[in-house]
T-cell receptor
């Protein structure tokens, strides 16, 4: 089952606007990661935020994590047509056996219109 | 290029045939993961290794699926008696983690192997 649920499922914006995607999850996590995937391609890692962190920045990307609400957001500022892709959050936790468990969400499909 | 590589990139097979995929992780990474992704969905975890030890397998991984990482470097994923429902993109990823497993770093993904079962 998918632990992470991204919202919205699809987002269409004009180039230059900001895009915000949200991810909600259900269990305690060690870290949360955001990935980008262009159609038919592999996933590209964007940002990892650990459970004891609240905000991280990388270039035009800003990620927040609220462990009390079990949610994260990814903000892309000043979007470009090249940002058009699907964006996934992935939670990294431990299962009942103590092993690593990585669960991806359903993704947000972002379209940036030139 | 020192990223994660996968071979083949595409595989078309007939139902009932066996297929094997290979993944070469980033050389210094001790963890290796296999995922399956179908159209419009996020990747679903299948299994992962720390060095040569297979630590966890998803319930999605039926008895027809087997994965190995014999020397703690490259890994193979074999699907026996393929079914049409096995058609998907199979993704491999690798990461570095401390021996205790207390800190796991980000995963780097390969380009995937797209399997089509006719």
């Amino acid at each position: 089952s998918q632990q992470g649920e991204e919202d919205p499922q699809a987002l269409s914006i004009q180039e230059g606007e900001n895009a915000t995607m949200n991810c909600s999850y259900k269990t305690s996590i060690n870290n949360l990661q955001w990935y980008r995937q262009n159609s038919g391609r592999g996933l590209v890692h964007l940002i990892l935020i650990r459970s004891n962190e609240r905000e991280k920045h990388s270039g035009r990307l800003r990620v927040t994590l609220d462990t009390s609400k079990k949610s994260s957001s990814l903000l892309i500022t000043a979007s470009r047509a090249a940002d058009t892709a699907s964006y996934f959050c992935a939670t990294d936790a431990r299962n009942s056996g103590g092993y690593q468990k990585v669960t991806f969400g359903t993704g947000t499909k972002l379209q940036v219109i030139p | 290029d020192t990223g994660v590589s996968q071979d083949p990139r595409h595989k078309i097979t007939k139902r009932g045939q066996n297929v094997t995929f290979r993944c070469d992780p980033i050389s210094e990474h001790n963890r290796l993961y296999w995922y399956r992704q179908t159209l419009g969905q996020g990747p679903e975890f299948l299994t992962y290794f720390q060095n040569e030890a297979q630590l966890e397998k998803s319930r999605l991984l039926s008895d027809r699926f087997s994965a190995e990482r014999p020397k703690g470097s490259f890994s193979t994923l074999e699907i026996q008696r393929t079914e049409q429902g096995d058609s998907a993109m199979y993704l491999c990823a690798s990461s570095h983690t401390e021996t205790s497993g207390s800190r796991v770093d980000e995963q780097f993904f390969g380009p995937g192997t797209r399997l089509t079962v006719l």
